[in-house]
Nanobody, 126 residues
């Protein structure tokens, strides 16, 4: 069973930065694709970024391109999300997910997600 532990959320002013971490504590299933999602109250869950862990291929939602960077440390079984130039619209609960596959454009393949983290809150004030 895969277990994901998220950290790095918090409160920051607009224009600031945060770095989220997602560590795979237990590693029993395929996790070739790791992704970050977010959900704000009253809104649908949104895919933010993903990484193909074998070849470092990445995907970003249009809303975060140029501001967010997803990366990994394979030795630590950890995926990071560097969030720069944060906006109030980025305020949401951020969730890490592990899946067996990425799509051709490196988006996490939803049907193959086997583990979700419990989420970490990101709040951006103006």
């Amino acid at each position: 069973q895969v277990q994901l532990v998220e950290s790095g959320g918090g409160s920051v002013q607009a224009g600031g930065s945060l770095r989220l971490s997602c560590a795979r504590i237990r590693y029993a299933y395929w996790s070739n694709c790791m992704g970050w999602f977010r959900q704000a109250p009253g809104k649908e869950r949104e895919g933010v970024a993903a990484i193909y862990t074998i070849a470092d291929g990445t995907y970003y939602a249009d809303s975060v391109k140029g501001r967010f960077t997803i990366s990994q440390d394979q030795a630590k079984n950890t995926v990071y999300l560097q969030m720069n130039t944060l906006k109030p619209e980025d305020t949401a609960m951020y969730y890490c997910a592990a899946g067996a596959y990425c799509t051709g454009d490196n988006r996490i393949a939803g049907p193959t997600i086997n583990t979700w983290g419990q989420g970490t809150q990101v709040t951006v004030s103006s």
